[in-house]
C-alpha cells in the first residue's frame, strides 16, 4: 500500500508538471508572427508613407518582438483593403491605414463594411490641407480667387481625387464659406493632380503638405492658403483661409484600426506599442518632415472621435449630394 501510494504521489507530480509545461507551451504571447499594415491606397502616397515610416521604426527600435509588414490593397476609394481587413474578424494580426476615406467610402455605400465592423487602436497626426496654384497664375490670394469666382461661376478649375475625398471635401467647404461655385475636376491620384496643375491644366488643387511643400519649396507652385486654426511652423508665410476671410479649417487623420472583435490583450499590446513609436525620433521626424501635427489618440478616444466625424461626413455629403437624404 505504502509503494502504491508514493506511486500514486509520482504520478500526480508528473502529471502537474506536465500540464504545467503544457499550459506554459500553449499559451499565445502576442504577436507570434508579423503584424501586417493593410494600406488603402496604392504605394507612394501619404498613407503609404506613413505605414512605411512606421515600420521602420518598429524595426529599428524593435518595439515589438515580431515585425510590421506593409502590403498595399489599392482600389474601390479604399474599400478593397476596408472590406478586406474587416473580413478577418478577431484577427488581431491585421491593421488598416484609417483616414478620410475609411469614413466617406462606408458612407457612400462604395462599400457594405463601417465602423463597427472595426475596432479602433490609435490616431497619430492630422493633415491640415493647403490650396495650391502653379508658381506663375494669375492668382495671387483666395481674394482673388473669390472675386473671379463670383463674377464667373464654375469658370476656375479645382484638381483633386474622387468626390467624396478629402480634396473634393475641402472645395465644396471652400464653395459653401465663400458662396462661389467652382469646377472640380477628378484625377486618379495625387501626382496626376499634381502634374495638372503644373502643366496648367487646372488652376488650382487641394493637397495635404506632404505633397505640396517639395513642390513649394522648389518654387513650383505657389501655396495660398492652409485649412489650419494658425499658420504652419513649416510654411509661416503662408496665411489661413480664416485669415483670409474663409471661416473654414479641415485637417485628415492618420489612424490604424484592426478588424472587430480582436482579443482585448492583443489590443493593449499594439496600443502600448504604437504610443512608444510617437515617442521615436523617426515619428517627430516624419511629422515634422511632413507638416503634420501630432494628435495621439488611444484607441477608445479614436473610436469616439471616429464616430463623431463619421456623422459630421454624413452631413458634408449629403450637402454635396453624394448620399441620399433621408
Not at 291 to 298: G, I, K, Y
Request: with cysteine; net charge positive.
Amino acid at each position: 500500500m505504502k509503494n502504491l501510494s508514493r506511486l500514486s504521489v509520482l504520478f500526480l507530480v508528473v502529471l502537474f508538471v506536465a500540464v504545467g509545461a503544457g499550459n506554459a507551451l500553449g499559451a499565445s504571447k502576442f504577436p507570434e508572427k508579423a503584424v501586417t499594415i493593410i494600406v488603402h491606397a496604392s504605394a507612394g502616397g501619404g498613407s503609404d508613407i506613413f505605414a512605411r515610416t512606421m515600420s521602420a521604426a518598429f524595426e529599428k527600435d524593435k518595439l515589438l518582438p515580431q515585425p510590421l509588414v506593409v502590403e498595399n490593397k489599392p482600389g474601390g476609394s479604399g474599400g478593397v483593403a476596408f472590406a478586406y481587413v474587416a473580413g478577418k474578424k478577431k484577427n488581431p494580426y491585421f491593421l488598416v491605414t484609417a483616414v478620410t476615406s475609411f469614413m466617406t467610402t462606408p458612407l457612400m455605400g462604395i462599400t457594405p463594411v463601417g465602423l463597427k465592423d472595426f475596432t479602433p487602436i490609435a490616431n497619430f497626426a492630422f493633415d491640415e490641407y493647403m490650396l495650391m496654384v502653379k508658381a506663375d497664375s494669375k492668382y495671387k490670394s483666395m481674394k482673388d480667387i473669390v472675386a473671379d469666382a463670383k463674377a464667373n461661376p464654375k469658370k476656375i478649375t479645382v484638381g483633386g481625387t474622387q468626390l467624396g475625398s478629402s480634396d473634393s471635401i475641402c472645395a465644396y467647404l471652400i464653395e459653401k464659406a465663400a458662396g462661389i461655385q467652382l469646377n472640380y475636376i477628378v484625377f486618379n491620384s495625387g501626382g496626376e493632380v499634381n502634374a495638372a496643375v503644373l502643366g496648367g491644366h487646372v488652376d488650382m488643387a487641394v493637397s495635404n503638405p506632404g505633397e505640396a511643400l517639395e513642390l513649394y519649396k522648389s518654387g513650383k507652385v505657389r501655396i495660398l492658403g492652409v485649412f489650419a486654426e494658425k499658420r504652419l511652423a513649416g510654411a509661416p508665410d503662408v496665411p489661413t483661409l480664416r485669415e483670409q476671410g474663409i471661416n473654414v479649417i479641415y485637417v485628415q487623420n492618420r489612424g490604424l484600426c484592426a478588424p472587430a472583435d480582436i482579443p482585448a490583450d492583443a489590443r493593449k499590446v499594439l496600443e502600448d506599442a504604437l504610443h512608444k513609436y510617437t515617442q521615436t525620433d523617426i515619428f517627430k521626424k516624419y511629422c515634422k518632415d511632413n507638416m503634420l501635427t501630432e494628435a495621439w489618440m488611444d484607441g477608445a478616444t479614436f473610436g469616439k472621435w471616429l464616430e463623431k466625424e463619421n456623422e459630421r461626413y454624413a452631413a458634408v455629403l449629403k450637402d454635396m449630394n453624394l448620399i441620399k437624404k433621408k
